[in-house]
């Protein structure tokens, strides 16, 4: 998977894009990038402790794989940010955009986000 040319893609779909960040099953860093001008509203520290989470929430949700089938995605509404996390093979893509942008938007990034991970596999 070339994690750069999908971040680009990623990143130039909304000016709200902020950042893409490709996480192992373990919580490893494989890949990350911010948007040109964009300030992350969290430090080093905070972004490592995101990516040992996430794979934990992996976790706990594989608790309903049978009875509900797998999780594939995940989106969280914080107050400064949308979280999008998608679950991909081993991967974990971490996806963030502005919290002020416009739902249907936010649902056409999801749709578009979906589709160019789809064309990497």
């Known amino acids: ?6 971040s680009d ?6 000016d709200a894009m902020r950042y893409v ?3 192992g099953n373990e919580g490893e860093l494989i890949h990350h990038k911010v948007n040109r001008d964009t300030i992350l509203l969290q430090d ?5 402790a995101l990516s040992a989470e996430l794979p934990i929430m992996k976790k706990i949700q594989s608790l309903f794989d049978e009875s ?5 995605f995940m989106h969280i509404i914080r107050e400064k940010v949308h979280q999008f996390v998608y679950y991909v ?6 996806v ?11 649902t056409e990034i999801v749709n ?5 991970l789809k064309e990497q596999r």
Do not use: A, Q, W
């Open 9 to 14: 893609k990623i990143l130039k779909l909304d």
């Open 68 to 72: 509900l089938g797998r999780n594939t």
């Open 44 to 48: 080093e520290k905070g972004l490592g």
């Open 96 to 106: 963030t955009c502005e919290r002020n942008t416009d739902p249907h938007r936010v």
């Open 21 to 23: 960040r490709f996480i």
């Open 1 to 6: 998977m070339d994690f750069e040319k999908i």
């Open 89 to 94: 093979d081993s991967l974990i893509i971490y």
């Open 112 to 116: 578009n986000i979906d589709s160019i």
